[in-house]
C-alpha cells in the first residue's frame, strides 16, 4: 500500500526537490504543507496540499485526524538570518511547530500501536567556535563538540533535536503503561545547501548560491563574506539523497538520532573563481558585512561525517568539481537562459 507522508515546508527549497524525488521513487501520498502554496507542477505531485502555518494546533489535529501518517519530513522552518532578525518569531515557528508536530506524531503512534518516522533538518548552525583561530584548529568537527550556537536560529535547532530524542526515549517517562507505538526521530545536521532549481532566502550560507545565481542572471553581486570565508557547503540532489538514505536505514543501524552530512567545503574565494570560470562575465565584489561575517565565522569549517558513512551508508555523490560542473553551472545555464518555474 502506498505510504503516506507528511511534508511541512513543502514550498521550500529542499521541500521542492525532496516532492519531486519521493514521487518519482515509489507510489506516496504526499501531504504537503505549507505557508504558501506551490506551483501547479509541485501540487500535481502531492495527494493533498494545505496551506496554513505550522504552529496552528486545530490545523495540525484535522490533518491527524484524517491521515494515518507513516513518515513526517518536518522542513518547515524561518531560516538564520530570519529568525535573528525576529527572534520571538522564530521562536514561535521553529521551536514551538516542531513541538506541536512531535506532539502530534507521538499522539498518532501512541494511538495506532505503531512507529512513525520523523526527519529533521538540523544545521551546521548549532555549532558556535569562538574564534577564527580555535575555527582554524577545530578543523572538521564531530557531532558532540562546539555545540555553543550563538544564533537564535542554532539556539532552536539545537533545542528541537534535543526535543526529538525527548518524544522518542523520554516522553511522559512517568506514565504506569508504556505504549507501544514509538516516534523513531532521525536527524541531519545540513551544511549550507546549493540548489540551481531554487534561489535561497533567509540563510546566512546563502553567498554562495547567490553568487553563482546572480552572475548566471548577469547581474552584480556583493558578497557579505571576506573570501578566505570557508564552510561545508553540499549540492542539493545529495541533501535529498541524505534525507531518504537515513529514513530507509534499518533502526538498529542507527547508533545516534543526529548526524552531520558533509560534502566539500569551499572558500567564498573558491566559489567566485568556479562561478568566474563559467561566467567570465561576472561582476561579484566583496563586501564583507560585519556582523553576518561574524555568524559565519562561528560555524566550522568542515564537519566530521564519518558516523552517518559508518551507520548508513552516507556518501555524497557531488564533491566541489561535480557539484559545479555537472550539477550546478549546467543547471543555472539553461534557467537563466530559458526562464520557467521551479521544478
Ligand atoms: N537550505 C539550507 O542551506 C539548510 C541548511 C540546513 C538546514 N536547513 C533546514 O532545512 C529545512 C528546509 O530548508 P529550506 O532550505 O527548504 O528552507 P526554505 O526557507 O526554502 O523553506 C522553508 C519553508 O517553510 C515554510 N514555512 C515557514 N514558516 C512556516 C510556518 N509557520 N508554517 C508553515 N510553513 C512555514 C516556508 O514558507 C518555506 O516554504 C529548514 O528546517 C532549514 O532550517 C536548510
Known amino acids: 500500500m502506498a505510504r503516506t507522508i507528511l511534508i511541512t515546508g513543502a514550498n521550500g527549497e529542499i521541500g521542492h526537490g525532496l516532492v519531486t524525488r519521493l514521487a518519482e521513487l515509489e507510489p506516496v501520498r504526499i501531504v ?19 496551506t496554513g502555518d505550522i504552529s496552528d494546533i486545530a ?4 490533518l491527524v485526524a484524517t491521515y494515518d501518517f507513516d513518515v513526517v519530513y518536518h522542513l518547515a522552518a524561518l531560516l538564520s538570518t530570519k529568525s535573528e532578525r525576529q527572534p520571538r518569531l522564530a521562536n514561535r515557528v521553529n521551536v514551538d511547530g516542531t513541538l506541536s508536530l512531535l506532539e502530534m506524531t507521538v499522539s498518532q503512534a ?48 539545537l533545542y528541537c533535536e534535543r526535543l526529538g530524542r525527548y518524544y522518542e526515549r523520554y516522553y511522559r517517562q512517568l506514565d504506569a503503561q508504556v505504549t507501544q507505538g514509538l516516534l523513531d526521530f532521525r536527524c541531519l545536521r545540513f551544511p549550507g545547501l546549493i540548489s540551481a532549481v531554487t534561489v535561497p532566502t533567509g540563510g546566512t550560507s546563502d553567498y554562495a548560491p547567490e553568487m553563482l545565481h546572480a552572475a548566471a542572471a548577469g547581474k552584480p553581486y556583493a558578497c557579505f563574506v571576506r573570501p578566505d570565508t570557508r564552510i561545508p557547503f553540499m549540492a542539493m540532489p545529495d541533501a535529498i539523497e541524505a534525507l531518504l538514505r537515513l529514513e530507509a536505514a534499518p533502526r538498529d543501524a542507527l ?18 573563481q568556479r562561478v568566474r570560470a563559467a561566467f567570465p562575465e561576472a561582476k561579484v565584489t566583496f563586501e564583507p558585512d560585519v556582523k553576518r561575517q561574524g555568524i559565519v565565522d562561528t560555524w566550522p569549517i568542515d564537519v566530521d561525517d564519518s558516523t552517518a558513512r559508518r551507520d548508513w551508508g552516507w556518501w555524497p555523490e557531488y564533491d566541489q568539481a561535480r557539484a559545479f560542473d555537472e550539477y550546478l553551472i549546467p543547471a543555472v545555464t539553461r534557467r537563466y537562459r530559458q526562464p520557467h518555474e521551479r521544478t
Open 255 to 272: 547508533s545516534r538520532k543526529v548526524y552531520n552530512v558533509g560534502s566539500f567545503n569551499p572558500s567564498a574565494n573558491d566559489v567566485h
Open 32 to 50: 504537503a504543507l505549507d505557508l504558501h502554496a506551490p506551483d501547479a507542477a509541485l501540487q500535481a505531485r502531492c495527494h493533498r496540499v494545505v
Open 59 to 62: 490545523l495540525l489535529d484535522n
Open 110 to 157: 501512541r494511538q495506532q500501536e505503531r512507529d512513525i518516522k520523523f526527519l529533521y533538518p538540523s544545521s551546521i548552525a548549532v555549532y558556535g567556535l569562538p574564534d577564527l583561530p580555535t575555527k582554524q584548529k577545530a578543523g572538521k568537527v564531530a557531532e558532540d563538540d562546539w555545540c555553543e550556537p550563538r544564533t537564535m536560529y542554532g539556539i532552536n535547532k
